[in-house]
């Protein structure tokens, strides 16, 4: 069956980085692209970008772009997100999803990691 | 980008009655609609898609309808397993994909 797992809870200082994982199973990897949303605690969804681990393409939402990076290793199926130079205002949960393949909705979603930055 | 307005931001019902939440888009999108419920704690479950069209495993008290810039969720005879926020997501004018601010979904 098909799963994300998603790397646990991240504590971190203003003006670091962090980098979250996720590690898809039970399908063809680089088949599918691997997309990344942001939820603030009690707020709505927003979405980062993706990547596309068949060829590692990647695109950025405006708003993200210079803050998160997408890399993927094909050898352990496992997409990565590294968000720079974090603020208060990056606290937040970051899921990683799957797509359908004839829409971009998500039938598959990591379980989400919090990350919380301060001083 | 398309903005979408979703309401009412919160709602409470009893059990076994029906509601709706509603999706506005700031311009047509095209059928190119999907509905998620994110429990508690949980990460969000896609509940329908291509406006209508529901995902599989979804219980069929969940219906989505709509067109143009208007979509809604019903959900009919209200469970007590029901109680989450529901987001409404608009793909055909992507990227970016965007969200509605979600409905909270209590019962009474």
């Known amino acids: 069956q098909v799963q994300l797992q998603q790397s646990g809870a991240e504590l971190a200082k203003p003006g670091t980085s962090v980098k979250l994982s996720c590690k898809a199973s039970?399908?063809?990897?680089?088949?599918?692209?691997i997309y990344w949303v942001k939820q603030r605690p009690g707020q709505g969804l927003e979405w980062i970008g993706y990547i596309y681990p068949g060829n590692g393409g990647t695109y950025y939402s405006e708003k993200f772009k210079g803050k998160a990076t997408f890399t993927a290793d094909t050898s352990s199926s496992t997409a990565y997100m590294l968000l720079g130079s974090l603020t208060p205002e990056d606290s937040a949960y970051y899921f990683c999803?799957?797509?359908?393949?004839?829409?971009?909705?998500?039938?598959?979603w990591g379980q989400g990691v919090m990350v919380t930055v301060s001083s | 980008d398309i903005q979408m307005t979703q309401s009412p931001a919160s709602l409470s019902a009893s059990l076994g009655e029906t509601v709706t939440i509603e999706c506005r888009a700031s311009?047509?999108?095209?059928?190119?609609l999907a509905w998620y419920q994110q429990k508690p704690g949980k990460s969000p479950q896609l509940l329908i898609y291509?406006?209508?069209s529901l995902h599989t495993g979804v219980p069929s008290r969940f219906s989505g309808s709509g067109s143009g810039t208007q979509y809604s969720l019903k959900i009919n005879s209200l469970q007590s397993e029901d109680v989450a926020s529901y987001f409404c997501q608009q793909y055909y004018n992507y990227p970016p994909l965007t969200f509605g601010s979600g409905t909270k979904l209590e019962i009474k």
């Open positions: 291509n406006a209508n």
């Open positions: 999803a799957r797509s359908l393949t004839t829409v971009v909705v998500f039938d598959y």
């Open positions: 039970g399908y063809t990897f680089t088949s599918y692209y």
């Open positions: 311009e047509d999108i095209y059928n190119g």
